[in-house]
């Protein structure tokens, strides 16, 4: 007979989140790391171009890849950390992320995760793997709407897609830039090349 779980854990997951830890170094200047979601097996033809052009220290994955050869491809342009998404299969990245990123004295400590929010806000389950880590930042995908927020003392960064689009939504990708005076995030239209930010 199956186990049940109690009223409160009742949505929590059976098995315990596949997590790994990854560090990544930066010279003093900072650096940028290129971060993409749902590319769903058919990244945007624009989108590894500009990756290239980019010049990222590290390529960050939040999930729904679908074929592996899409993560071959980024590998070819910069060192990548991926998570997998829900139509992922389980023989290839992690669930989770907690990568901890240095330059010169600070650190930034970001955990990547595919399912992170509903709407602006961080679900339970991401906030206490957020909490557990004592992350600066949630990076997420799943929605494929582009996002930056602020929720329980997080930021939280959705790249938006650079899959097959959406209904209206945008094909964009973020950016992560370690600076010595802080971090900034944005987004880069792949159907442009330039910088993408919502409608008024």
Sequence with gaps: MPRRRSRANRFAPLTPPRT??????????????AVVADTHSHPHPEALPLLRAMAPAAIVHAGDIGDLGVLTDLEAIAP???V???IDGRDGPPDVVELTITRAESQLR???????????KLKADARRLAEGFAADVVIC??????????????????????????????????ALDVTPTGVDLRHIDCETGARWRPPA
Excluded: K, M, Y
Excluded at 110 to 120: D, E, F, K, S
Excluded at 149 to 168: E, L, M, Q, W
């Design 80 to 82: 990548l950390i991926a």
């Design 84 to 86: 997998r998404g829900n």
């Design 141 to 174: 995908g799943h929605s494929h709407v582009p996002l930056v927020a602020r929720d329980a003392g997080f930021v939280v960064f959705n790249p938006g897609s650079i899959g097959p689009r959406r209904f209206a939504l945008p094909i964009v990708f973020g």
């Design 20 to 33: 790994e830890q990854r560090t990544l170094a930066l010279p003093d200047a900072g650096g940028t790391l």
């Design 110 to 120: 970001v955990l990547l995760t595919h399912i992170a929010v509903r709407g602006p």
